[in-house]
């Protein structure tokens, strides 16, 4: 599975971006996805995972209400819609694949790793 994050950039606060995760493999409908994000000087952090079915989302805390995580399995997208961004939602931006059948937010359960998109909210 290979996956490859776009659509980082430069916003300000309160503006939107979203997003694209594009993934290939054949079974890669069948993962569950995660976005993660890790600003300069901190750890990688858990942003949202989405279940192979879409059917299920979930949130770290501090983005809930804000952000939005969809699946397209057809097209083999992963989609992270981001709205009211403030300063700390600066970071680089990655998708992550995991074969595990439930959702999680542990970094090591997720086998799949792309290059991140930088996302920077200016004040």
């Known amino acids: 599975v290979q996956l490859q994050a776009s659509g980082g950039g430069l916003v300000q606060v309160g503006g939107s971006l979203r997003l694209s995760c594009a993934a290939s493999?054949?079974?890669?409908?069948?993962?569950?996805m995660g976005w993660f994000r890790q600003a300069p000087g901190k750890e990688r952090e858990f942003v949202a995972a989405?279940?192979?079915?879409?059917?299920?989302?979930y949130y770290a805390d501090s983005v809930k209400g804000r952000f939005t995580i969809s699946r397209d399995n057809a097209k083999k997208m992963v989609y992270l819609q981001m709205n009211s961004l403030k300063p700390e939602d600066t970071a680089v931006y990655h998708c992550?694949?995991?074969?595990?059948?439930?959702?999680?937010?542990?970094?090591?359960?997720?086998?799949?790793w792309g290059q991140g998109t930088q996302v920077t909210v200016s004040s």
């Open positions: 989405i279940i192979w079915s879409g059917g299920s989302t």
């Open positions: 992550a694949a995991s074969s595990r059948t439930y959702w999680t937010s542990r970094q090591d359960e997720y086998d799949y």
């Open positions: 493999g054949r079974t890669v409908s069948s993962y569950t």
